[in-house]
């Protein structure tokens, strides 16, 4: 079987062509399964972008928002073989792109741990010294009073856990409903509240601290 996009790829299909019977998910799962990359990868074209936006929420950072979305697609397309139909091609990959998130996030916060541990060493023999300018495209204070309120607001979600982070994510940068976030992350609807819930606290504490 071959798609409406291959088709006019390939020449043979007129792209001025009106009527075209669209292709469903199921259908470009058993041809990506059966090793047409072609096929995965207008499976995916449907939901990256979804995926792109949750990694960007998630990491808050442009770059590790990319290794997260490339990862994703990765082990999507090595898992694919395993995909038995159970659930929603978009809530399996989303659930793939959840998990990269929270690995991302605990192996991120080992090395800043080693690295802290390392920079406050250097502190005490009086070998480094750190220095926080403010950015120099800020020409304003009401600028950099709102530069300065996102740092925090980055700060109060480094202090999450990576699943708190995850879930406070999908649920106020993304408007995942409670119940999808828990099927995509597989966890029981009252598990997503209370890890909801300690994020939020979590925060309040956390910019209080800042801001009184």
Not at 85 to 108: D, G, H, P
Not at 149 to 166: N, T, V
């Amino acid at each position: 079987m071959k798609t409406k996009k291959r088709h006019e790829k390939e020449g043979h299909l007129p792209a001025s062509e009106s009527v075209v019977a669209s292709v469903s998910d199921r259908e470009l799962i058993v041809d990506a399964q059966r090793g047409d990359v072609g096929a995965f990868e207008e499976l995916v074209e449907r939901y990256d972008r979804h995926v792109l936006s949750l990694a960007f929420s998630y990491a808050r950072n442009s770059d590790d928002a990319k290794d997260i979305y490339q990862e994703t697609l990765i082990r999507a397309y090595r898992s694919i073989g395993k995909f038995e139909m159970r659930s929603e091609f978009s809530t399996w990959l989303y659930r793939i792109a959840t998990n990269v998130c929270i690995s991302f996030k605990s192996s991120q916060r080992r090395y800043s741990e080693i690295f802290a541990g390392s920079n406050s060493q250097l502190s005490r023999t009086g070998s480094a010294e750190v220095r926080r300018d403010p950015p120099s495209s800020v020409s304003t204070e009401g600028e950099f009073m709102r530069a300065e309120l996102g740092r925090e607001i980055e700060r109060a979600l480094d202090a999450l856990s990576p699943m708190q982070r995850l879930v406070f994510t999908m649920k106020h940068y993304e408007g995942y409903k409670l119940r999808e976030i828990a099927s995509i992350t597989k966890c029981a609807e009252g598990t997503v509240k209370k890890h909801l819930f300690e994020a939020i606290r979590r925060l309040q504490k956390e910019l209080e601290e800042v801001f009184g």
